[in-house]
């Protein structure tokens, strides 16, 4: 199993601030996803990166893949209550299964 | 499409007991997987599925078994449920083409508590 390491593993911040969220792993990766998850609920696909290098906006949300493919990181711009939820991070090489970081568990409070 | 779905969604057993958790999916989907999400330990592939007949094991699938006899179904049976395998379960799937950025797509999931 490629280890995928997530961090910081628990964010509280206000309403307004700007954050970053990190993936790291040792393993090259040919893809790399990130999942919200609210309470109660199964993991929703955010984006797939699979350049490296590459980086991708989802409205505040901005996504980067590391060059060598082993990294990447979510940063959101003014967080807003709506973003609180877990943040995972998922990495695919050759075959069909994810490798799942343990994720980023955010809260943001008005 | 309902997408993935799951049942039950709440479940407690005795240590011993055995169990079914299902999940379907109405995507046609050829891959389908089960992972168990514990407090602190992310997501973790159980067993997996690239169509009917076909499975293989994750990276934690003691006590725990599979079957996929359609595309749409694909059950996982508790044997002798153990307090270890207390957890949430999730089930996805996925196509097996498109390469890399493949989306898979995440059940509701099953609360189990084994006492």
């Known amino acids: 199993t490629q280890l995928l390491e997530q961090s910081p593993q628990f964010l509280s911040i206000q309403e307004g601030e700007n954050l970053t969220v990190y993936c790291n792993s040792s393993?090259?990766?040919?893809?790399l996803q990130w999942y919200r998850q609210e309470p109660g609920e199964g993991p929703v696909l955010l984006v797939t990166?699979?350049?490296?290098?590459e980086v991708k906006k989802l409205k505040r949300l901005t996504f980067q893949f590391g060059d060598a493919r082993k990294d990447s990181s979510l940063h959101i711009t003014a967080a807003q209550p709506g973003d609180t939820g877990l943040y995972l991070c998922?990495?695919?090489?050759?075959?069909?299964?994810?490798?799942f970081g343990k994720g980023t568990s955010l809260l943001v409070t008005p | 499409n309902a997408g993935v779905t799951q049942t039950p969604k709440f479940q407690v057993l005795k240590t011993g007991q055995s169990m079914t958790l299902q999940c379907a999916q109405d995507m046609n989907h050829e891959y389908m997987s089960w992972y168990r999400q514990d407090p602190g330990m992310g997501l973790r592939l159980i067993h997996y599925s690239v169509g009917a007949g076909i499975t293989d094991q994750g990276e934690v699938p003691n006590g725990y078994n599979v079957s996929r006899s359609t595309t749409e179904d694909f059950p996982l049976r508790l044997l002798s449920a153990a307090p270890s395998q207390t957890s949430v379960y999730f089930c996805?799937?996925?196509?097996?083409?498109?390469?890399?950025?493949?989306?898979?797509?995440f059940g509701p999931g099953t609360r189990l508590l084994v006492l």
């Open positions: 393993s090259v990766f040919s893809s």
């Open positions: 996805a799937s996925s196509t097996v083409s498109g390469g890399s950025s493949k989306t898979q797509y």
């Open positions: 990166v699979v350049t490296g290098g």
């Open positions: 998922a990495g695919r090489n050759s075959g069909y299964a994810l490798n």
